[in-house]
């Protein structure tokens, strides 16, 4: 069975660092590219960072550019997100979602989501 599984979030406060995690089995993990989103209260979901399949290759979303950086380890089946310099705004729940080959618009699989929240 196809399963994602985010984990890492939790309660920080601004200026501070989370790395989440995105953890993939029942399929073939090196094969899909793995996107990152969020979705804060009251707010629509935002695509905020994808790491292709075959060469790794990443992109972010403006607002996130520059603190946060995702990554692949293929042989733990897993994608990370390493948030630095969070700021209240990054309050959200935060989602990993799977699509076959290159980032795109559109995802088959997605996780539960694991809640950041960002306040002193």
């Known amino acids: 069975q196809l399963q994602l599984v985010e984990s890492g979030g939790g309660l920080v406060q601004p200026g501070g660092s989370l790395r989440l995690s995105c953890a993939a089995s029942?399929?073939?993990?090196?094969?899909?590219?793995i996107g990152w989103f969020r979705q804060a209260p009251g707010k629509g979901r935002e695509d905020i960072s994808c790491?292709?399949?075959?060469?790794?290759?990443?992109a972010y979303t403006d607002s996130v550019k520059g603190r946060f950086t995702i990554s692949r380890d293929n042989a733990k089946n897993t994608v990370y997100l390493q948030m630095n310099g969070l700021k209240p705004e990054d309050t959200a729940v935060y989602y990993c979602?799977?699509?076959?080959?290159?980032?795109?618009?559109?995802?088959?699989?997605w996780g539960q989501g694991t809640q950041v929240t960002v306040s002193s």
């Open positions: 979602a799977a699509r076959r080959a290159g980032c795109g618009r559109f995802y088959d699989y």
């Open positions: 029942g399929f073939t993990f090196g094969r899909y590219a």
């Open positions: 790491i292709s399949s075959s060469d790794s290759t990443t």
